[in-house]
């Protein structure tokens, strides 16, 4: 890295309003996970209402995977372009559309509203990256993936255990209303509190068109893809359907069902602020790739294989426990790749996601069609169990980014 490309990664100062942006952008991110898995734990409900096959309303949420990643790359184009602040306003009001649920008269109508708030999270997500580079100390950064990782991992866990309930004292769309009506109140505490960052007032010049090519096909980038690519199809594949699986299968009350998937968000609450603190005190990353990469294939396989309580809660805190040291690591190695710049960081991180989540589209699909074709979900469960090996080939080929990895370079 030469001595221009550092200099633009570090903050001017270190303001003391930082940690207010932090706060400022934690209900953004909380309204992430409750949005996104909203439709997992009234797959039942909502199949009931509108007479549904499994392939059908896994749609609402391959449908938000498919928008998120396709607007990932343009997200942070429009994040380099607008300025970070404008480009979170943006995407927290798109964010917001599922306040309007209630007001839908069917499925088909309901799909739309799934598809503009993936936008908006499309857009978040590069954005954050950005305003972490821009704010924060380089021994912060890790620390601050993990604030929003556990901020979107108390909105799943919040979502699987009072989603039912929810629905039975209200009625199911108004769950995704209230929902939505979080993400406008996240939008608010942003318009109020959000600022430019102290790189400068005006936007970070946005890559070319050529160098933004050039990043979608660097090694690094397709590495750090490839690592995200098998447990986030695992993950979601699984967090999507095995509350259904354990209904149908093991006559699981659906209600505790979906407690026991509430975990793994759950766990992301401690696990990621902790997972923090233990990048920036380890100063390696390609180790908390590789562990978590074996232990994901005995998780997913304890947590579908066995119907028996404790061996599938191990199994799912096994799983959770994996995921939550995993994903903060792949964050912060986005920004600490050889050559990166603050407006660069952006779209390694939006390039990254965009190949990774493809799966997380393919993944709840898979197991709803194969399911329904083959009438067992042994196929589709133990392939996704299977798929996160590719985080161990991505360790393995990656670089070591951490600060003692590059002193013993």
Not at 311 to 332: E, K
């Amino acid at each position: 890295m030469d001595r221009s490309e550092e200099t633009a990664i570090q903050p001017k100062e270190a303001s003391p309003y930082r940690w207010i942006i932090g706060a400022a952008l934690l209900p953004l991110h909380v309204a992430i996970g409750l949005n996104l898995f909203a439709p997992a734990p009234l797959f039942p409900l909502i199949r009931e209402d509108y007479l549904l096959s499994r392939g059908l309303v896994s749609l609402l949420l391959v449908l938000v995977f498919l928008s998120f990643t396709v607007f990932l790359i343009p997200g942070g184009l429009i994040a380099a372009r607008i300025g970070t602040r404008k480009a979170i306003i943006v995407s927290s009001f798109l964010m917001a559309a599922g306040a309007f649920a209630v007001m839908t008269p069917n499925f088909a109508a309901l799909l739309p509203l799934r598809v503009v708030f993936g936008m908006g999270g499309g857009i978040l997500f590069p954005a954050t990256s950005s305003v972490i580079v821009q704010w924060f100390r380089p021994n912060e950064r890790p620390i601050l993936n993990a604030l929003f990782l556990a901020g979107q991992g108390t909105g799943v866990a919040t979502a699987m255990f009072i989603s039912v309930p929810l629905a039975d004292a209200l009625e199911w769309r108004m769950v995704f209303t209230i929902y939505g009506l979080f993400a406008l109140l996240g939008a608010t505490v942003w318009l109020l509190l959000g600022r430019t960052p102290p790189l400068g007032t005006a936007p970070v010049e946005a890559l070319p068109m050529r160098a933004v090519l050039g990043v979608l096909k660097e090694r690094n980038t397709l590495l750090l893809s490839l690592a995200l690519v098998g447990p986030f199809a695992m993950f979601i594949g699984y967090s999507s359907w095995l509350p259904t699986y354990y209904n149908e299968e093991f006559d699981m009350p659906l209600r505790q069902g979906n407690s026991l998937l509430a975990i793994p968000p759950l766990m992301g609450i401690v696990v990621n602020i902790l997972s923090g603190f233990l990048l920036a005190r380890l100063g390696l990353r390609r180790p908390m790739l590789l562990i978590p990469g074996l232990l994901f294939p005995v998780s997913a396989f304890g947590a579908f294989y066995f119907d028996s309580t404790p061996v599938i809660i191990g199994a799912i805190l096994l799983m959770g426990l994996s995921f939550w040291l995993f994903l903060p690591t792949v964050l912060t190695i986005a920004m600490e790749l050889p050559g990166v710049s603050s407006n660069k960081v952006a779209m390694i991180t939006a390039a990254a996601l965009t190949f990774g989540n493809l799966s997380t589209i393919v993944a709840p699909l898979f197991v709803g069609v194969t399911t329904d074709m083959l009438g067992s979900y042994t196929p589709s469960m133990s392939v996704l169990a299977v798929l996160p090996l590719s985080a161990v080939l991505a360790a393995r080929l990656l670089p070591e980014t951490g600060p003692k990895g590059k002193r013993s370079s």
